[in-house]
């Protein structure tokens, strides 16, 4: 027999009644799916309380998700063409309500395809594609606790390329995950 407790959202704070032998867990309101490294039923009650998962998947842009200390925001992809290069563009926001310093990194975003190949972002430093308004993230800001940071972060494709995952990596030891499922 499974037992339930009732957990919120850690996206859009709905309350959701989970099986407490679960590692998964799916949010009927807003969509999103969530992955732990441990058995709900063997988490502290403290850590129940805010639930912070090991992994979030979701197919929306223009949605605050919270991973490990990072608030993230994709606002909006772009895809470009410019001198026979195709530019995936990806528009992110970071915010920073925790209580220590984070790095925010465009090495952080990986995109996938079907395949499994990984790309890697863009080197360039300054920003290469004038269709784009405002600036690129930078490779290394430093967020202070209540501070925010918006940028673009590229991928050069080759021709032909189909993408089906944008990976947000925290970084830490014990790194959490966003997965942005495009398709
Ligand atoms: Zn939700």
Redesign the pocket.
């Known amino acids: 027999m499974f037992n339930f407790i009732h957990l919120n959202?850690p996206?859009?704070?709905?309350q959701l009644r989970v099986s407490e032998d679960s590692q998964r867990f799916d949010?009927e309101?807003?969509?999103?799916n969530y992955l732990l490294s441990q058995k709900i039923s063997e988490l502290e009650p403290a850590e129940r309380e805010n639930i912070l998962a090991d992994s979030t998947y979701t197919h929306k842009l223009k949605q605050w998700l919270k991973v490990g200390d990072y608030e993230i925001c994709l606002h909006e992809i772009q895809t470009v063409q410019q001198d026979g290069l195709n530019i995936f563009a990806i528009s992110v926001e970071y915010r920073n309500n925790s209580k220590e310093t984070l790095s925010c990194r465009r090495n952080q975003w990986t995109l996938f395809d079907p395949e499994g190949y990984a790309y890697d972002n863009d080197e360039n430093d300054s920003k290469p594609y004038e269709c784009l308004p405002g600036q690129m993230l930078g490779n290394h800001r430093i967020l202070t606790p209540g501070s925010k940071v918006r940028g673009w972060v590229t991928f050069k494709l080759p021709t032909g390329t189909t993408v089906e995952r944008l990976q947000f990596l925290t970084g830490n030891f014990s790194a959490k995950t966003a997965e942005y499922l495009l398709k």
């Open positions: 959202c996206t859009c704070g709905a949010c309101h807003c969509g999103n």
